[in-house]
């Protein structure tokens, strides 16, 4: 008998055929470690899942890859659901994966997870971020199910607590594929027109499922980039989403989330009436104060005789004059007593006194003073100046004598 030669081509199909009839491996399901994992353009997913005996090549086509809730990595212990076949090119048999979880734990509970820790590196968590509430709001933006008991609650609560503020209300589905772009697309519109000073969003309570949309990265994203606050309030008090931990506040219930958004007219009307109570022990001391100076300045003498002080400054100025005039003549006494004395030197000095007396002060004709008969030539015009008048003289001759 002839053997037959198969070709390469030929016995890769004929094995996929092989494993392809066996109904077994068309629906496996595998437990192993994920590695060499990755991520093409094409959206597919590529890796290997191992154990500690072997390994086997896995692959994640796009159209179910879009059904995961987290995001795959090496390391990760899987539970991997899908056929067994043989890729013809290569020849190697490999595992094509339907559905993909994670092993002990939820996808859910993964996914959350992965979330968490990213956003959180990015600072979306951060406490420095996150903006105040403003103490009395004008208007409040509610974006949830307008079917939901919460809504009623939260709408119902606001008016009790403080009926001056307006509620606007954001429809939008809170469950399902189509409710995290319709959250964000409402947190997007109420900032771009500026629709309210808070915003809350949320839902009342339900499984993790019913909550999902709330750990959405697109929710998670528009509640950040918020330039109003924002209250997140899902579910109950055990429920945390993700936009718990984005969100300015978190409440506990939708409930608690009014109450955290408006102040208590109540407690607001006791606190005024407590300022006021305050304010008029506060003047009313102060009125007393007041009136205490009042009767002090009252009791002193400038208010009951205005005049006083001006008359006493007034004596006190005559003093101080009499003081300075004493002062001012005893200092001038002396100068005065010398002044004197030597004004009588100088008049005893005087050439006039002299004159007085029977000399004559004798002039040649420039008007030069003669003190020598010698140098004054004969027929020279002398001037003889007298005590009371001048006389002109010609000289006849000139007598030289000594200094007796």
């Given at each position: 008998?002839?053997?037959?030669?198969?070709?390469?081509?030929?016995?890769?199909?004929?094995?996929?055929?092989?494993?392809?009839?066996?109904p077994e491996?068309?629906?496996?399901?595998?437990?192993?470690?994920i590695?060499?994992y990755?991520?093409?353009?094409?959206?597919?997913?590529?890796?290997?899942?191992?154990?500690a005996?072997?390994?086997?090549?896995?692959?994640?086509?796009?159209?179910?890859?879009?059904?995961?809730?987290f995001?795959?990595?090496?390391?990760?212990?899987?539970l991997?659901?899908?056929?067994?076949?043989?890729?013809?090119?290569?020849?190697?048999?490999?595992?094509?994966?339907?559905?993909?979880?994670?092993?002990?734990?939820?996808?859910?509970?993964?996914?959350?997870?992965?979330?968490?820790?990213?956003?959180?590196?990015?600072?979306?968590?951060?406490?420095?971020?996150?903006?105040?509430?403003?103490?009395?709001?004008?208007?409040?933006?509610?974006?949830?199910?307008?079917?939901?008991?919460?809504?009623h609650?939260?709408?119902?609560?606001?008016?009790?607590?403080?009926?001056?503020?307006?509620?606007?209300?954001?429809?939008?589905?809170?469950?399902?594929?189509?409710?995290?772009?319709?959250?964000?697309?409402?947190?997007?519109?109420?900032?771009?027109?500026?629709?309210?000073?808070?915003?809350?969003?949320?839902?009342?309570?339900g499984?993790?499922?019913d909550?999902?949309?709330?750990?959405d990265?697109?929710?998670?994203?528009?509640?950040?980039?918020?330039?109003?606050?924002?209250i997140?309030?899902?579910?109950?008090?055990?429920?945390?989403?993700?936009?718990?931990?984005?969100?300015?506040?978190?409440?506990?219930?939708?409930?608690?989330?009014?109450?955290?958004?408006?102040?208590?007219?109540?407690?607001?009307?006791?606190?005024?009436q407590?300022?006021?109570?305050?304010?008029?022990?506060?003047?009313?001391?102060?009125?007393?104060?007041?009136?205490?100076?009042?009767?002090?300045l009252?009791?002193?003498?400038?208010?009951?005789?205005?005049?006083a002080?001006?008359?006493?400054?007034?004596?006190?100025?005559?003093?101080?004059?009499?003081?300075?005039?004493?002062?001012?003549?005893?200092?001038?006494?002396?100068?005065?007593?010398?002044?004197?004395?030597?004004?009588?030197?100088?008049d005893?000095?005087?050439?006039?006194?002299?004159?007085?007396?029977?000399f004559?002060?004798?002039?040649d004709?420039?008007?030069?003073?003669?003190?020598?008969?010698?140098?004054?030539?004969?027929?020279?015009?002398?001037?003889?100046?007298?005590?009371?008048?001048?006389?002109?003289?010609?000289?006849?001759?000139?007598?030289?004598?000594?200094g007796?």
């Open positions: 008998m002839e053997r037959h030669v198969y070709g390469v081509t030929e016995l890769n199909e004929l094995v996929r055929a092989v494993l392809d009839s066996v491996f068309g629906n496996v399901c595998v437990r192993g470690e590695s060499n990755k991520l093409y353009p094409s959206g597919h997913h590529y890796f290997t899942l191992k154990d005996g072997g390994a086997i090549r896995c692959v994640l086509f796009k159209g179910q890859a879009l059904r995961l809730r995001r795959p990595e090496n390391g990760m212990k899987v991997a659901q899908g056929r067994v076949g043989v890729y013809p090119r290569d020849g190697v048999y490999q595992l094509y994966c339907d559905a993909l979880s994670p092993d002990g734990v939820g996808d859910l509970h993964v996914a959350f997870e992965q979330l968490k820790e990213k956003l959180w590196r990015e600072g979306l968590f951060d406490p420095a971020r996150k903006k105040p509430l403003p103490p009395y709001p004008r208007t409040i933006a509610i974006i949830t199910s307008p079917a939901g008991a919460a809504v609650d939260m709408i119902r609560i606001l008016r009790r607590r403080y009926p001056l503020a307006k509620v606007k209300l954001l429809p939008v589905r809170v469950q399902g594929a189509e409710a995290p772009p319709e959250i964000a697309g409402a947190l997007r519109y109420a900032n771009r027109h500026r629709v309210a000073d808070v915003i809350i969003t949320g839902r009342g309570g499984s993790i499922e909550l999902w949309a709330f750990n990265e697109r929710v998670a994203r528009a509640i950040f980039d918020s330039e109003i606050p924002v997140s309030a899902v579910g109950h008090e055990p429920d945390v989403t993700i936009a718990d931990f984005v969100a300015d506040v978190r409440a506990a219930t939708p409930s608690h989330a009014a109450e955290l958004a408006v102040p208590d007219q109540g407690e607001l009307a006791e606190r005024i407590s300022l006021r109570l305050h304010m008029a022990r506060s003047q009313g001391k102060r009125l007393e104060l007041l009136r205490r100076r009042l009767d002090a009252a009791a002193k003498r400038v208010l009951s005789d205005p005049l002080p001006v008359q006493d400054k007034r004596l006190l100025l005559d003093h101080v004059q009499k003081e300075l005039y004493h002062a001012a003549m005893g200092r001038l006494a002396e100068p005065r007593a010398r002044t004197a004395g030597l004004a009588a030197s100088l005893a000095m005087s050439p006039l006194k002299v004159l007085g007396r029977g004559a002060l004798v002039t004709e420039e008007g030069r003073p003669l003190r020598r008969a010698s140098g004054v030539p004969a027929g020279s015009r002398i001037t003889a100046k007298l005590s009371q008048g001048r006389l002109l003289c010609r000289v006849e001759e000139a007598i030289e004598e000594d007796t």
